[in-house]
């Protein structure tokens, strides 16, 4: 993404990781850099699912009461725009999201677009789909 925030790419296939990269650099979206989706995927939406772990040991109520955080409105308006990505809490007030994520985020609420949530690790899912 560096490539590309230098001026010496124009395309880079990447994640929302990138978008929430740009923007630390003060980038903004839709003028500095925008979006297009992989070819090829116009009806499908392919996401990957942000994981948190909890170590072994931890107090079993303080894990469900991070777990439980981790649903609400508040996380997602928290932790989303900072890494770039679009909120997980479909009901999540949009007015802190930029342009791309809000442009995102109606293809994502689309009825009509098939929607393959992934939580394997990209580089096991990638290879999986290489050796199929």
Not at 62 to 70: H, R, V
Not at 98 to 124: M, Q, W
Request: hydrophobic share 45%; aromatic share 12%; net charge neutral.
């Amino acid at each position: 993404s560096d490539l590309m925030a230098t001026g010496k790419a124009v395309f880079y296939v990447m994640g929302d990781w990138a978008k929430g990269h740009f923007t630390s650099m003060n980038m903004v979206p839709k003028v500095d850099f925008g979006y297009q989706p992989f070819p090829g995927t116009d009806d499908v939406f392919i996401g990957h699912a942000d994981c948190f772990v909890l170590p072994i040991g931890v107090d079993r109520k303080i894990a469900k009461d991070w777990i439980q955080f981790l649903t609400t409105v508040k996380a997602a308006n928290t932790f989303c725009p900072i890494k770039g990505a679009a909120p997980f809490v479909l009901d999540a007030p949009l007015d802190v999201y930029d342009d791309i994520t809000k442009e995102i985020l109606g293809y994502f609420r689309d009825d009509g677009v098939v929607k393959v949530l992934s939580r394997a690790p990209a580089g096991r899912s990638c290879s999986n789909v290489i050796r199929n």
